[in-house]
């Protein structure tokens, strides 16, 4: 396909224009010619920034969960979690305000796009006093428990700050109806201390296993 001389557009517009689409129309509704509509401009502008379609998805994914996602202004020291913490929060809330751009996140963001965030995670472990043995386990264990959790939820029609499960009938299912019911976190607060929950976790596992090692030598 023969390109126009001179770009018409912008790589960032573009990616903002699909993610305007498929906030308000929906992933099934976004196509090339479809966004070049949406942008004024012929198909063939695109070919500028962009291979093809994939090659968009990717950009979609990099910026609603990269570029878009705050870093927390907190200074590395002992209550280095609660970084993490905040940072997980702000990825939830990066891909919850553009939830239909959720299944494109599971197909087009491979680690490879993401290396600079694991880089500044790494260096604020280690700016922390966090032993670099645990870096990996805690990245790919934010990563996994961010992604999974997050995604879910997205693909989930909200059902309010407290709906964790569908309606569910209380005499079919006591023991759960019970539960739900003592719950008194929101699904944002449980998020939270899901991550929050892992990360002090590794942290006595890893003081269990010294203590243990010390007293066996």
Not at 92 to 112: G, K, Y
Not at 116 to 142: C, K, M, Q, T, Y
């Amino acid at each position: 396909m023969a390109r126009p001389s001179k770009p018409l557009i912008s790589r960032a517009a573009a990616v903002q224009a699909s993610i305007e689409i498929i906030d308000s129309e929906g992933l099934d509704a976004f196509s090339l010619p479809r966004l070049a509509s949406h942008m004024g401009v012929r198909a063939p502008s695109l070919y500028h920034h962009f291979s093809d379609k994939n090659e968009i998805l990717t950009a979609i994914a990099r910026h609603v969960a990269g570029k878009s996602v705050i870093k927390p202004r907190r200074a590395p020291g002992p209550d280095w979690p609660e970084y993490f913490v905040t940072l997980a929060l702000n990825f939830r809330q990066s891909v919850l305000r553009h939830r239909n751009t959720a299944p494109i996140l599971v197909e087009h963001l491979p680690r490879e796009t993401l290396v600079n965030s694991f880089e500044d995670a790494a260096r604020f472990l280690g700016a922390s006093g966090v032993p670099v043995r645990l870096h990996v386990r805690i990245l790919d264990g934010i990563e996994t428990l961010c992604i999974g959790a997050v995604l879910a939820e997205a693909v989930r029609n909200p059902r309010g700050r407290h709906a964790l499960f569908p309606d569910i009938n209380a005499t079919e299912y006591p023991h759960l109806a019970e539960a739900l019911a003592a719950n008194e976190m929101t699904v944002k607060e449980m998020f939270a201390e899901r991550i929050r929950s892992f990360l002090y976790g590794v942290l006595l596992e890893d003081e269990n296993r010294a203590s243990i090692d010390e007293a066996s030598a």
